[in-house]
């Protein structure tokens, strides 16, 4: 089944404690991103990448790395996490960036105390 | 700023009713759209699309929608709603080959 996997689903964890958030996708796409949604803010891309070792900036990377040694895996550190990243986050992966719709992992819910 | 517009905020209705959640962005030229929809604790799935061709485009569980270049719109309508369509709506615009922008999302009620 084609999927896009995030872990951990729920994390509630400390200031400053450095976390990690897995993705991985199934179908062989070239293009990964991971977005942050936020009430009354809609989804907000934090970054993504076209490729395999090509990562960039979205609209909210401050806080945030990413890094994409292999085609499936995209994962998300938070070196430092601080309470202003509690949020819900999606990876999505396509074939291609633009005309190609994302498929989305089921979320992954943080809490930063 | 380029950016999509969701004008409404949350929207209540009855079932059997009828369904018109607008969308607009301020890019110009070509553009892809669309909308995606998150069942209430669930990721986002893609309800349908738009990147050439008919304005006019049918997507999953009988929803629609239609581009209208001059109006810079993509709204999205259902004539009539169920009770299992409660749900968050985004509406996605890309530019060419650019990132995914999503609107900020429309809350739809749906009272049995």
């Known amino acids: 089944e084609a999927q896009v996997t995030q872990n951990p689903r729920y994390l509630i964890t400390v200031t400053g404690k450095k976390l990690t958030v897995t993705c991985s996708q199934n179908?062989?796409?070239?293009?990964m991103s991971w977005y942050r949604q936020d009430p009354g803010l809609g989804l907000r891309q934090i970054y993504y990448s076209m490729n395999v070792e090509v990562t960039d900036k979205g609209d909210v990377p401050e806080g945030y790395k990413v890094s994409r040694k292999e085609k499936r895996n995209f994962p998300l550190i938070l070196e430092s996490p601080s309470p202003n990243q509690t949020s819900l986050y999606f990876c999505a992966s396509s074939s291609a960036v633009g005309n190609q719709p994302q498929h989305f992992g089921d979320g992954t819910r943080l809490s930063i105390l | 700023a380029q950016s999509v517009s969701q004008h409404n905020h949350h929207v209540i209705l009855s079932e059997a009713a009828s369904l018109e959640l607008g969308c607009n962005y301020s890019?110009?030229?070509?553009?892809?759209l669309f909308w995606y929809v998150q069942y209430p604790g669930q990721h986002l799935q893609l309800l349908l699309k738009?990147?050439?061709?008919?304005?006019l485009v049918k997507g999953i569980k009988g929803f629609e929608a239609e581009f209208i270049k001059s109006k810079f719109s993509f709204n999205l309508r259902k004539p009539s709603v169920q009770w299992s369509d409660t749900a968050e709506y985004f509406c996605?615009?890309?530019?060419?080959?650019?990132?995914?922008?999503f609107g900020k999302g429309t809350k739809l009620s749906v009272k049995p």
């Open positions: 890019y110009g030229g070509t553009v892809n």
């Open positions: 996605a615009v890309t530019k060419g080959q650019g990132n995914l922008i």
């Open positions: 738009y990147f050439s061709g008919d304005p």
């Open positions: 179908m062989n796409h070239e293009y």
